[in-house]
C-alpha cells in the first residue's frame, strides 16, 4: 500500500490526460459564474485578495526535506502548508501559555515568601 506522499508523486508525474477521474471537465464558463466570498457574503476580486492577504503573508522558508515529507504525510487533503501554519499557531500559544503560568507561579512564590 502507497502512502499519501508515495501516490501524491505518481500521480504528480502523469500528465493531466492520464489522470483517469470522474468529475466533469472544468470550463472557462464554470469559471465565470463563480463568486468571491467572504463568510457567505459575495465580495468583490478586490475585497476577496485584501480579506486573503490581510491574514496571510507569503514567505519564502528552507525546510529540511524530512521535515516537508513529515508534514505531507500528516496533513492528508488539508494540505501541508495549513499543517505547518497550525503548529507555528500552536507552539506560539505554548509558549505564551507557558510564560504567563511562569510569571504567575513566581508571583505567588513572591507574595508566599
Known amino acids: 500500500?502507497?502512502?499519501?506522499?508515495?501516490?501524491?508523486?505518481?500521480?504528480?508525474k502523469l500528465s493531466i490526460s492520464e489522470?483517469?477521474?470522474?468529475?466533469?471537465p472544468i470550463t472557462q464558463e464554470m469559471f465565470?459564474?463563480?463568486r468571491f466570498r467572504i463568510?457567505?457574503?459575495?465580495?468583490?476580486?478586490?475585497?476577496?485578495?485584501?480579506?486573503v492577504n490581510a491574514k496571510k503573508k507569503r514567505i519564502n522558508i528552507m525546510l529540511d526535506a524530512s521535515i516537508v515529507a513529515?508534514?505531507?504525510?500528516q496533513a492528508g487533503d488539508r494540505g501541508y502548508?495549513?499543517?505547518?501554519n497550525e503548529t507555528l499557531k500552536q507552539a506560539i500559544n505554548h509558549q505564551d501559555i507557558e510564560s504567563t503560568l511562569r510569571?504567575?507561579?513566581?508571583e505567588e512564590l513572591k507574595k508566599a515568601a
Open 19 to 24: 489522470i483517469d477521474d470522474d468529475a466533469p
Open 81 to 84: 502548508q495549513t499543517l505547518i
Open 39 to 51: 463568510n457567505m457574503k459575495d465580495v468583490s476580486r478586490e475585497e476577496w485578495h485584501a480579506s
Open 103 to 106: 510569571r504567575v507561579v513566581r
Open 1 to 12: 500500500m502507497l502512502s499519501a506522499c508515495e501516490k501524491q508523486k505518481k500521480v504528480s
Open 70 to 73: 513529515w508534514f505531507k504525510t
Open 32 to 34: 465565470d459564474a463563480g
